[in-house]
């Protein structure tokens, strides 16, 4: 267990070290950094004081180790459009894109889990039909459009829900705002989770109903049944449980698509998160806030994936002796 | 899309049953009698998403023949015309089937042109990845060794984000390099960089798998034998035998790449309004949303949809008749 933790630990290194590599060379090759900080009528002379202070005249290899010690200690220089410190920025943001990501997520489970357990009971009803229907949509659509939908018909025609923005937040202190607090914070959070979970809810219920019906074929249910089981015993007791494995790997792993699918849905909504931070960023070439940004999802993404990995150990016994074998 | 159906029609039919020359059957008879034109006519879903598709390919090919206005002469259009509704509400114009947008542009037609430009960035980028990723999956799986190791250690890493993701990057990036002035004329170029490099992945590891298993069957060691070079023996021999799979990643992947072009552009960083792709039509009309000109944003969405759900099904379908585990 310690062994293959380690191992993987050490793979997660590997992979933000390469990450971070891209990151730099964005930093440093692509444009000139002293030409976004002065102005036109800076002199080749204090160009050249400023280039050898940000200590850009140094080797390359120099310049990498500088540059990942700094991004450890969470610092990513200054925006070059804002001319403030990129850590401060995305600080000021994260707190808005976690949120959303998590309502998602939860949304996804909890609606996508009853439909997938529904269609893999009943395959042949109409409902199961309109369930697997509107997966097929949901996979196929853009998240904009759906987004866009949404607004049309809920927002424009039915005037039920706000349509942009976060509403009223509540400061928890240390800078961390929360909109599950107020009534139009919760309100406004209804649109873009569903857009952001729409695609997660139909992924998720494709798995379970895929699982159940795998599950529901084996011995043990046919089992259970000669028992003399109630069916609620059965299908939810046995056979649910046995799905759930799969379906937490592939929640957790989503989590990190979710927070970089926030970029489009905070832009439909005008969500004042990280995602918007970084498509500004894009249009306007603000490379610092790229590369954070980059290095940042990148570090999300390892660390969900690490703790899938140690779950799936923890949870399925058969990994674990194997892993312990080879 | 001719060129997708020929060899899968030619390589389910004559892959069972081994036909060597001799008397071949014509063309059209070897596509009825296929397999996969069975499994075609036996599944209705399917035959509707393939007339659609071809419906919309047709529409946006002839475009200039079709539309009832050029949207991007700019003689032809007046800005008095501005957001007329569809010609079913009230105030509506008969010359605006659809209704028009804020600069009076003809909605029908901006979809029809605009379909035009979202096809062909999506079949550009579809092959783009594919000729990138088939390359580099031959050389992994031929080659092997630190080749191997490198190109897959790529594909693993870049596999853990979300091909939006990367393609924002890639755009972001070049836009850097390129600068904000010159920028506007490589925006098809960057757009098609952008996607393919997002894609390329899933090409590079099916195609190294395939040749993993084709390197050590007897006609590659015989064409090894006889002196071929390498380049020789991958391109010519054993390329052929591991197109099947790629042309159905080619498929799904078509969708994607509509959807991806699509989205860049609606967020702001695909194709410009002057030449607007759905994605940017989308973007448009999104503003005159709440001011009840629906018509500029409802209707290219809608086409978008259609259009990536007929594409979608039709690579669904091929996947599952191409696969001999689910006959």
Redesign the interface.
């Known amino acids: 267990m310690i062994a293959f933790a380690i191992r993987r630990l050490l793979q997660a290194l590997g ?1 933000m070290l ?2 971070a590599l891209i990151s730099f060379m ?1 930093f440093r090759f ?2 000139d950094p002293v030409n976004q900080l002065v102005g036109v009528d800076t002199s080749p002379a204090e160009r050249e004081a400023l280039r050898q202070a940000l200590g850009l005249n140094d080797p390359v290899l120099l310049q990498f180790a500088r540059f990942v010690i700094k991004a450890a200690q969470f610092d990513f220089g200054i925006s070059y459009q804002f001319k403030q410190p990129v850590a401060s920025l995305i600080a000021s943001r994260l707190p808005a894109t976690l949120e959303l990501s998590f309502v998602s997520a939860l949304f996804a489970l909890a609606v996508g889990v009853p439909m997938g357990v529904y269609t893999g009971l009943y395959r042949n009803t109409w409902l199961a039909r309109a369930f697997l229907t509107i997966s ?2 949901g ?7 759906i987004g ?2 949404l ?2 018909v809920v927002s ?1 025609n039915l005037g039920w829900l706000p ?1 942009f923005g976060r509403g009223d937040v509540v400061d928890l202190g240390g800078g961390w705002t929360t909109g599950l607090l107020t009534k139009s914070g919760l309100q406004s959070l209804i649109l873009p989770s569903i857009t952001l979970g729409l695609f997660q809810m139909t992924l998720i219920m494709r798995l379970v109903r895929g699982e159940m019906m795998e599950v529901l074929r084996t011995d043990y249910i046919k089992f259970a049944r000669a028992r003399g089981l109630s069916r609620r015993a059965i299908n939810f007791g046995h056979a649910l449980k046995n799905t759930l494995v799969p379906v937490i790997t592939i929640t957790g792993l989503q989590l990190g ?1 979710i927070i ?2 926030a ?2 849905t905070e ?2 909504f005008q969500w004042p998160g990280m995602g918007l931070l ?2 500004q ?3 306007n ?1 603000d ?1 610092p806030i ?1 590369a954070a940004y ?1 290095l940042l ?2 570090f999300l ?2 660390i969900i ?1 690490f703790i899938v990995d140690l779950l799936y150990v923890a949870v399925d016994p058969r990994i674990r002796l194997g892993g312990a074998a080879s | 899309m001719s060129y997708a159906t020929e060899p899968e029609g030619k390589a389910a039919q004559t892959a069972p049953e081994g036909v060597k020359g001799g008397t071949r059957p014509g063309f059209v008879r070897r596509i009825a009698d296929s397999d996969i034109w069975y499994s075609f006519t036996r599944s209705p879903l399917t035959m509707v998403s393939a007339v659609v598709t071809a419906i919309f390919m047709l529409a946006a090919l002839f475009a200039p023949l079709i539309a009832p206005h050029n949207p991007f002469d700019p003689a032809s259009i007046s800005i008095m015309d501005s957001f007329y509704p569809p010609i079913w509400e009230a105030d509506s114009d008969p010359r605006f089937l659809l209704g028009s947008d804020d600069q009076g542009r003809d909605v029908l037609s901006t979809i029809l042109y605009g379909m035009r430009i979202s096809l062909a960035v999506g079949f550009a980028s579809v092959i783009f990845a594919m000729v990138i990723g088939v390359t580099l999956g031959l050389l992994a799986g031929y080659l092997g060794g630190w080749v191997d190791s490198v190109i897959m250690r790529i594909a693993d ?1 870049q596999l ?3 091909a ?2 990367i393609a ?2 890639i ?3 070049a ?3 390129a600068g ?1 002035q010159s920028y506007d004329n490589v925006v098809f170029a960057v757009l098609v960089l952008s996607i393919g490099l997002s894609f390329w992945v899933q090409y590079a590891r099916t195609v190294r798998g395939s040749v993993l298993v084709e390197a050590n069957k007897e006609y590659v060691l015989a064409a090894k034998l006889i002196g071929l070079k390498p380049i020789t023996i991958m391109f010519k021999h054993v390329l052929p035998n591991v197109l099947g799979p790629v042309l159905v990643i080619a498929t799904i992947n078509l ?1 994607l790449a509509i ?1 991806t072009e ?2 860049l552009s ?4 695909g194709v410009p309004p002057t030449e607007p792709s759905l994605g940017t039509l ?1 973007r448009i009309g ?1 503003d005159f ?2 001011s009840g000109e ?1 018509w500029v ?2 209707f290219p ?1 809608i086409t ?2 259609i259009l ?2 007929a594409v ?2 039709l690579g669904d379908w091929l996947r599952d008749a191409l696969n001999p585990k689910l006959r």
């Open positions: 992979v390469v990450v964005m692509v444009g097929l949509i996979v196929s659509l853009p998240t904009f459009l866009i939908l607004i049309f424009v349509s698509s970089a699918f970029v489009i832009t439909v970084f498509l960023a894009v249009q070439v490379i790229m980059l999802i990148a993404f390892v994936n | 890493v853990t984000f979300p939006i993701l924002l990057l755009n972001g990036v836009r850097a390099m904000p969708a959807i699509a989205t609606f967020l702001g960083v989308i999104n949303l709440f629906w944003t409802i969405g978008l949809a990536a759900l979608n099904l």
